[in-house]
C-alpha cells in the first residue's frame, strides 16, 4: 500500500484505491481496470505512481503500436454539442 501525499488541489486525505481509468493520447483511448491510484476523499483528484503510469503508457503501446489484443473491446458513442 503506497501512502500518498495530502490533496495539491484541495488538502484531503489521499488513499489509494484499484479504479477504471480511461487513458487517452490523441485519438486513441483505452480503458484500465484495476489501477492502483491514490485518491483524495474530499474532491476525487486522482493521483498515481511513476511505474504506474509507466505501465499504461506501456498498456497503450502495446495495443496501439504492437498490436496487442485487448481482452475486450467496448463500443463507445460519440456525440457533439
Ligand atoms: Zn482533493
Known amino acids: 500500500m503506497t501512502t500518498y501525499a495530502d490533496c495539491s488541489f484541495c488538502g484531503g486525505e489521499v488513499t489509494e484505491k484499484r479504479i477504471d481509468y480511461d487513458y487517452r ?3 486513441h483511448l483505452v480503458v484500465i481496470s484495476n489501477v492502483p491510484a491514490g485518491v483524495c476523499g ?3 483528484e486522482k ?7 509507466k505501465k ?7 495495443i496501439f503500436d504492437r498490436n496487442q489484443k485487448p481482452q ?3 463500443t463507445v ?5
Open 25 to 27: 493520447r490523441q485519438a
Open 42 to 44: 474530499q474532491c476525487g
Open 56 to 62: 499504461m503508457d506501456e498498456t497503450y503501446h502495446d
Open 77 to 81: 458513442p460519440t456525440v457533439s454539442l
Open 72 to 74: 475486450r473491446t467496448l
Open 47 to 53: 493521483y498515481f505512481r511513476p511505474d504506474i503510469l
